[in-house]
């Protein structure tokens, strides 16, 4: 992710501010007078399993060389696969105590020191609970599988839920009398922001078991509310054409803004074990509110045989830069898709759609909840993690050479899952 | 003529054999020089006499505490005539050898020794919970575990949670149980220590690393054999406990045995009811806010019951057979579920189920005058487990209802029955070569077919079929061969263990996958496998000895971890068996008679350890883990003063660290120590006796026990944050995580007082007296302070 990009109307000095000497759960003291340093804040995930024990550590400078991330400073809990960072904060949608599904907002403090702060609780047996979007300081939305057909309000400051948007009517203006139809939401795998408009998936689900709403879609498009904020109404329905099933939701939302404020969105596919089919990458463009027509990414047109996807997306000056599988994908505990090296780094071009092979760096596994790519001090850093562990940490990618170079490797504390720059008051 | 007496120097398989099994009760056998049964011989205990049978095995009931004379005779035989002492709450076994040749009396000071006693001085080390002592205290079998040295039962919740054991840093399925040598499996959640009252048992045999072979298992770490009691003549008990959380405990058992000793028969009946409404700290959700707000509340959807019977007769004493013995036990338990793994939801109607009718049959022989001895054991029974989870809505912690539009509370709706058709059949053979070498042969026979259905379940890709009504099976077959030989009058004993296992499995891998299942996902697999442990025990005087063992041995995954529970617990296929290097030394002593002092240290080097991680929330799924190396320590010490006094003590230590790590990733976790897994505990405990408090024949026992168990970790920490000091025992571990169980105390304390009529016991139990936040599994919490009574009463008794 971009922190500074501004691309959804975030404010970065209000946000800093916000951030000045908040050691409690009532909200941040601002304190404009103080001067304020930045920490850079590293995760690491120890454990593949799914509790997603793991370690953040707060860094004064950006760290290089080897790096230990479970020292006696790091923050050791759960749910640390990765994290959606807004601005100067750090959310998780994962308690650190328990994994339970919500919003959790990291702690950090001017020692350094990281802690679990005020959590959002929702449905905790409802994967997509706790799928958040921000619209400034003092607004953002999120879904909670105890209310599929409502998007939740939230205050971001005080991390508090202040009342929800029932859109029970736009789910129902299609397939309310399908009986293949057992479980519907709103919101419930992507919740996006752009030019005063709210976008949320529509989940239409064959299942009501476990794993409802993911990759048991009853059509083969996938439909978007486009629900406008200034007055909580919905305005219309779009629709992403034959893919089967939006992001896998999880702190890595899978989607991006381009600089020029094109919304880039990742779809997973048909495939019923998530391994993908029909994937793509589509633009909403900067300006508009409907999926552009003539433009998409597909997987199939990219790669051979066998189910393949899109797992993350990283759009900067016309360019996109993602991860693309090397093998068909394949599930299940000894599959390939989470944790075999089989995930390359890509450069393509938005424009011509061309993609060259980033330079550099090994072939990768999954990021999973983490992003592939994020922007830091300018500088844009690749999550870079293999199977033997001999890469884990972050490269730096040069895009004049198409090339990236290590910049950091974690020796100590799990499989990498995030880095985020924030600023803290002395 | 020269008569020897001397106690049984502890030939294990020979304690098998020994009836009589309450705590007034005189039995032995009576040998010639050569080691053959005296048939016939007379052996009177002041009053009390009886005849020795063919085998030479005598047994007197109803002899009272205190001295009595002791005399023995038998045709060409001159009469013995010693004294012996009869100790309150304990069994004298004798071995008795009389010689045509000597016409002295020796006078040889006899000591009687319990078979609790007898089983806590094997070569195999057992660690011997004798809960007979115990029976009339209002406490729990686990509780009395835990006192135990090196034992740590881990139990989520109350009354009825399931426990698991760790002996030696050990847990999960590398605990085999045993009921009197049989694998429980086959039994479920029906007959296990937390579930059953003290009065069923009469001891827990705890073995720690290597099993004798008559444990025909293929544990790592231990096993865990319960020996019930046995009911000699016409006994018939009763008792009733009840306790806080509304606690309801009751149980009858009833036997008679005809004078003739040709036929006894009894039965058991338990019952066991508690709500579990205790308060735990959660976190409540505010509706308005959606924060969570951290209070203690009350457990509403918690209960355990369950209810166990068992009615056997026995055909005994006969030329065909010892014993054969009929049995059909059945129980019926339900579980309520508040939480999932970690208590970050209430559940106000998820239902788990559990109930079988198990007949079984054993027949015990001896043959060749005694020297072959020949125990069978033959059961088959349905398990059905289910669990119900159909709710549409949910629970907040307040208990309030709100509805919602698809099943199920958890992430799991279910309405599945499965059963589990289960055949067991175990064959023990021992042979006396000579009296100082016997050769011993068990062979335990284990198959389950598993089905069911649940029309909540998973269905076959694009097809109607219910995943579970896909039968998977599970099989195997362990057979072990020991060699036992005594050498230095018996100071020296060697015992010499081989072991081959062979399992076999099928079923379904993926069914906790909710979007299809393919036949690409149906699973079968086998193996076989080599153990061998061997065994030394060196008596270094007739109260110091000293005992070592190894042991190189695997674990085949269980069917539970093969298959998974269905309910959090999901399958897998892949697991590999554990293997390990198991080694053991110990050293016990008694001190002036009243201080008994034991210390014993274990070195283990596991590979392939299977632990059970969570996967998928809620889910959890058995793995082949770290490899796990390491050594420990417990002391434990005992000591008898101001004649009414008993203290107790005991500390385990234990030092298990993963190794061979090789992934750059995960290299810094090489030395860390094994998570989850506590490194220090300790227990103390102080009792008294007094007699004739109110009247001349009433006793009281008062007893308080505490109990500290150290902080660990529920994930991996680095051995350089770790806490200082010696062994690691001050301060905390140098980490910022939520994750670390903090230090927990726990303090019991309680009393029994017995009416002068000898019939009725009182007692009475405060448990967790400082009502101390108390966690296991993961951090569930356990009950606060909790009050206890019981009541016994025993109806008839005689011989």
């Known amino acids: ?426 | 003529m020269r008569y020897k007496i001397y106690m049984l120097s502890v030939l294990f398989f020979l304690s098998k054999f020994i009836l009589a099994q309450t705590t007034d009760v005189v039995t032995g056998y009576v040998h010639n020089e050569d080691g053959i049964p005296l048939g016939d011989a007379t052996v009177q205990v002041g009053n009390y006499g009886t005849t020795a049978l063919s085998n030479g095995y005598f047994s007197l009931k109803n002899i009272p505490t205190g001295k009595h004379i002791l005399v023995v005779s038998a045709v060409g035989y001159t009469a013995f005539q010693d004294t012996i002492v009869k100790l309150a709450q304990e069994n004298l076994a004798l071995q008795i050898r009389l010689s045509k040749d000597d016409k002295v009396l020796q006078e040889v000071t006899v000591l009687g020794k319990s078979e609790t006693q007898q089983a806590k001085e094997q070569t195999v080390r057992a660690v011997v919970v004798d809960t007979r002592a115990v029976s009339t205290q209002a406490t729990t079998l686990t509780d009395l575990m835990n006192r135990s040295t090196g034992v740590r039962i881990r139990q989520n919740g109350g009354l009825g949670g399931r426990p698991e054991i760790s002996i030696n840093g050990f847990q999960g399925k590398a605990i085999k149980y045993f009921k009197d040598g049989i694998p429980l499996d086959y039994m479920g959640d029906g007959y296990n220590i937390a579930s059953l009252p003290l009065e069923a048992l009469e001891r827990i045999e705890v073995y720690k690393g290597v099993l004798p072979v008559s444990l025909g298992a293929d544990a790592l770490g231990g096993a865990v054999n319960l020996v019930s009691a046995k009911r000699r003549g016409s006994h018939m008990h009763t008792f009733y406990e009840i306790g806080s959380f509304n606690t309801h405990r009751l149980g009858v058992t009833a036997a008679h045995e005809t004078k003739d000793q040709k036929w006894s028969y009894g039965t058991e009946l338990f019952f066991n009811h508690s709500d579990n409404d205790y308060n735990a700290f959660v976190g409540v959700r505010n509706p308005n806010t959606a924060n969570l707000e951290y209070m203690d509340m009350r457990m509403f959807h918690n209960a355990f019951q369950h209810s166990y019977g068992e009615a056997y007769v026995n055909i005994q004493n006969r030329n065909w057979a010892d014993e054969l013995r009929l049995s059909v036990a059945a129980f019926a338990l339900e579980r309520e579920q508040q939480h999932p793994a970690l208590m970050t939801d209430p559940y106000g109607a998820i239902l788990g189920k559990q109930q079988t009718v198990a007949p079984s049959l054993r027949y015990k022989k001896k043959l060749l005058d005694g020297r072959l001895s020949i125990d069978q054991f033959a059961s088959y029974n349905n398990l059905q487990t289910r669990r119900i989870d159909t709710l549409m809505g949910s629970y907040d912690w307040y208990g309030e209802f709100t509805p919602k539009t698809t099943p199920g509370e958890s992430r799991l709706p279910s309405l599945s029955k499965i059963h589990e058709r289960q055949t067991v059949l175990r064959t023990n053979i021992g042979y006396q070569i000579n009296s100082s070498t016997s050769l011993g042969f068990n062979y335990i026979f284990t198959d389950v077919r598993r089905d069911g259905e649940d029309p909540y379940g998973q269905r076959l890709q694009d097809t109607d079929i219910d995943v579970l009504s896909l039968e998977s099976t599970y099989q195997k077959q362990i057979y072990g061969l020991s060699l036992d030989k005594y050498w230095l009058d018996e100071k020296l004993h060697n015992q010499l263990m081989g072991k081959f296992y062979h399992y076999s499995a099928s079923g379904i891998q993926n069914t906790w996958f909710s979007t299809g299942v393919t036949e690409a996902d149906k699973r079968r697999l086998s193996g076989n496998y080599w153990g061998i442990a061997e065994a030394l025990r060196y008596r270094l005087t007739p109260s110091a000895f000293i005992r070592g063992s190894l042991e190189y041995t695997y674990r085949l995954p269980e069917r539970e971890e093969l298959f998974g529970n269905n309910i959090f617990v999901v399958p897998n296929f892949e697991l590999n068996p554990e293997k390990s290097f198991n080694a053991s030394l110990g050293y016990q002593q008694v001190i002036g008679g009243r201080l008994t002092v034991e210390a014993n240290g274990f070195y283990r080097r596991t590979k392939g350890l299977i632990l059970l991680v969570p996967i998928q929330a809620p889910n959890a799924q058995y793995q082949n883990q770290e490899n796990v190396k390491g050594f420990g320590f417990d002391l434990d010490l005992n000591y008898h003063f101001a004649t009414h006094y008993t203290l107790s003590g005991n500390a385990t230590w234990q030092n298990l660290r993963l190794f061979g790590i090789t992934d750059e990733t995960d290299r810094w976790k090489n030395n860390a120590r094994l998570r989850n897994t506590p490194y220090f505990f300790a227990n103390a405990g102080i009792q008294s006796n007094h007699s004739a408090i109110l009247s001349q024949n009433d006793n009281l026992k008062v007893f308080v026990h505490y109990n500290f168990l150290r902080e660990f970790y529920l994930e991996t920490i680095r051995k350089d944050l770790e806490p200082g000091g010696f062994l690691g025992l001050s301060g905390q571990a140098n980490i910022n995580s939520n994750l670390r169980i903090p230090n927990q105390h726990l303090l019991n304390a309680g009393f029994t007082y017995k009416l002068p009529s000898g019939d009725v016991n009182i007692g009475a139990e405060i448990r967790n007296m400082l009502n101390k936040n108390l966690y296991d599994y993961y951090r569930v919490q356990r009950p606060g302070r909790s009050f206890h009574l019981k009541l016994s009463y025993t109806l008839a008794k005689g011989g």
């Open chain 1, 1 to 426: 992710m971009k922190p500074l990009k501004l691309k959804t109307g975030i404010i970065a000095l209000t946000i800093g501010v916000l951030f000045a000497g908040c050691s409690d759960n009532d909200g941040p003291t601002p304190d404009p007078d103080e001067s304020q340093e930045s920490k850079y804040v590293l995760i690491t995930m120890s454990d593949n399993v799914n509790t997603k024990p793991g370690y953040a550590t707060a860094f004064d400078e950006l760290p290089s060389g080897n790096v230990i991330n479970n020292g006696n400073n790091s923050l050791q809990g759960l749910g640390f696969g990765g994290w959606r960072p807004y601005g100067n904060w750090l959310f998780k949608m994962f308690s650190t105590d328990a994994n339970a599904l919500g919003i959790e907002r990291l702690e950090v403090n001017a020692d350094g020191k990281v802690t679990p702060g005020q959590f959002i609780a929702g449905d905790n047996t409802t994967n997509g609970t706790g799928n958040f979007v921000i619209v400034d300081e003092t607004k953002g939305y999120y879904w909670d599988g105890a209310s599929p057909l409502k998007i939740q309000v939230f205050n971001p400051t005080t991390l508090s839920r202040t009342g929800d948007i029932d859109l029970a009517e736009a789910v129902n203006e299609r397939g309310a009398d399908e009986p293949e139809i057992l479980y519907r939401a709103i919101g419930q795998k992507f919740l996006s922001v752009k030019n005063g408009k709210l976008f949320a998936n529509i989940t239409y689900a064959t299942s009501d078991g476990t794993q409802k709403g993911f990759w048991d879609d009853f059509y083969p498009d996938v439909y978007i509310a486009v629900i406008d904020i200034a007055t909580s109404k919905h305005e219309k329905t779009i629709k992403i054409k034959d893919t089967g099933a939006i992001t896998y939701i999880n702190d890595n939302n899978m989607y991006d803004f381009d600089t020029n404020g094109d919304l880039y969105i990742v779809t997973q596919g048909v495939h019923p074990r998530g391994t993908g089919g029909k994937s793509k990458i589509v633009r909403i463009k900067a300006n508009e509110t409907d999926i552009d027509s003539d433009w998409s990414l597909d997987m199939d047109a990219i790669t051979g045989e066998g189910p393949r996807k899109f797992v993350s997306v990283f759009a900067k000056d016309g360019k996109i830069i993602t991860l693309i599988p090397n093998a068909s994908l394949t599930g299940g505990p000894t599959g390939n898709i989470n944790f075999e090296d089989v995930w390359e780094y890509f450069s393509i071009d938005i424009a011509s759609k061309e993609r060259t092979k980033i330079g550099g760096v090994p072939v990768v596994t999954n990021p999973g909840a983490a992003f592939c790519a994020i922007e830091i001090d300018n500088k844009i850093l690749l999550r870079v993690n293999t199977k033997d562990g001999s890469s884990n940490g972050y490269f730096e990618y040069n895009p004049s050479t198409n090339s990236a170079t290590e910049l950091f490797k974690v020796t100590s504390g799990g499989s990498v899952s995030g880095l985020h720059k924030v600023k803290v008051g002395n």
